[in-house]
Each structure stands twice: as structure tokens, then as C-alpha cells.
């Protein structure tokens, strides 16, 4: 993934000149637009400098594969990664890139989604293979219109954020230990004593 976003700078410029989806925008009013701008980016700046087995497309993971992500005990399972724009590479990593949005109640009541102006990327390092677990071999990467970086997601958090975090933390009580990758860079690729599966 480095390697294609340098090659894409090669070609197109610093990240700073990207077509990002900007920060505000109404993602549920405005699907098809954001799905055609998510799209764009997409091919443009990833998908044709990374060597791609196969091509799930939009909101179709079993197109390619039976993949589920799997619960810290394994006993539950969900179709995460089936939202989003999915593909395979050669290697056997499986990618799906979404839109990361909030979620707001309009003044009827109504749940509307908002893009916060970042994509992330779900990676599974060994594709389908178990565990299907996020901090074992799944991880998430950010790309923000902010910054104009790409980065694990959770990077730049204090490590206390990173394992205690009440939604991302890489600890056994959250579902979503979206920080678990973050933790391992901040400790300098180093998987210590109070990591989750040490």
C-alpha cells in the first residue's frame, strides 16, 4: 500500500493535490456521488499500481471469497468487510476501502451519515485464512483529506488511548480493536507483554 500511494505521488503530485471527498458532505443524500468520487480515488491513486488477483467491486466480498470477520471468541461472526470497495492481491491480502462517516440525527429524527473526509482500509494480512481477527491479522489504514497521509488508524493516540479506547482499543472488552496496528507501530514493531495475544 506505501508503495502504491509513492507511485501515485510520482504521478499525480504530494497527497496535498489528491481529490479527496471533502470533510461535511452528506453521504446519505449524496450515496451514488460519494460512491463515484470513492470510485475515482480509488483507481486513481491505488488500485492500478498495486497487482490486483481479483476484483470484488462495491458491497460484494463472496463475490470473490466466503469471508467473515470473526468475534474475539470466535463464536460470532459479520460480514464487515462486505461494505466498502473490495479487492484481492496477488499475495492473498484482502482490501476493502470505505468512507469513514458519523452518524447524525437530522431534525426529523432520521439517521444521516456525514463524511469526515477519510477513507479507511481494512486489510487482512493472510486473506480468508482464520483467524479473521482485528489485531491478529487484521488491521485498519486511514487516508485523511486532513492530514493528507496515510497511516494506521489510531496513530498518533497515547498508548493509553490506544489499548483503553471504549470503541478501538486493543484490549479484550471492545469489538472493534481498530487501534491494535497503531499500538504495534507506537511500541517500534514490537508485539509486548501487554499486547492482546502475547
Known sequence: MEKAIVFAQSEYGD??????????INLTENSQYASKEREKFIQNYIIKYMQILKDCGENNVNKCIDYQVSSLDKKSFKQLMSKGRMFITSDGTVYS?????????????????????????TIDLNGSAPPNIFGRDLFIIAITSSTKNLSLFGAGESRNDLKNHSNWGCNSITSKRYYCGALILQDGWVIKDDYLWR
Do not use: C, H, V
Open 15 to 24: 497527497m496535498s493535490e489528491w481529490d479527496f471527498l471533502q470533510a461535511g
Open 97 to 121: 476501502i470505505k468512507f469513514d462517516d458519523i452518524i447524525k440525527t437530522d431534525d426529523d429524527g432520521t439517521s444521516i451519515s456525514i463524511s469526515n473526509g477519510r477513507l479507511l482500509i
